[in-house]
């Protein structure tokens, strides 16, 4: 099998960065079974509903979305079951201190294979996002939008 680039994504939690400020991004790895890299290989993982909680001094990723591998059969693996991840004791302290203190949550972005074939996660130290915050991220948007168009001449602003 060749190899594709740096890292190959494979899920993107994109309701993630509407739903939350990312404060931080940490590269985790994750520890899987041999059917769950399998589907994942084939592109069928879902992270929009996951997220991550520290659990007996570890750090979980829970409700993560791996459907069955199809030529696993009896050998499968359980759909949504808690999945480790790998991070240093230093990172892993940091981010359950400010999920404790400061009322952050750990929210999964990518689900991608590293330059040495590795399934990856980044997770993200969130916040949570107000309904007026996400208005005023989208007024944002438009803004530049419209100064793009505006800039080269072919926008409303003639």
């Known amino acids: 099998m060749a190899k594709d680039s740096a890292h190959r994504q494979i899920a993107q939690n994109r309701k993630a960065f509407h739903d939350y400020f990312i404060e931080e991004r940490v590269e985790a790895g994750i520890i899987l079974m041999g059917s769950e890299v399998k589907s994942i290989r084939e592109g069928r993982a879902t992270i929009s509903e996951a997220h991550a909680a520290e659990m007996e001094g570890e750090l ?63 997770i ?23 100064k793009q168009r505006i800039m080269r001449g072919n926008g409303r602003g003639e």
Do not use: C
């Not at 230093?90 to 929210?107: H, Y």
């Not at 993200?124 to 419209?146: E, M, P, T, V, Y």
């Open 124 to 146: 993200g130290l969130a916040k949570g996002k107000q309904s007026h915050d996400k208005r005023a991220a989208q007024k944002d948007r438009d803004w530049s939008r419209d």
């Open 60 to 122: 979980w990723l829970f409700n993560a979305y791996i459907p069955e591998y199809g030529k696993a059969n009896r050998f499968n693996h359980e759909v949504r079951r808690p999945r480790k991840l790998l991070v240093t004791k230093r990172e892993r302290d940091r981010l359950v201190g400010a999920v404790q203190r400061k009322g952050m949550t750990i929210v999964p972005l990518s689900l991608y294979f590293g330059k040495r074939g590795w399934a990856k996660l980044e």
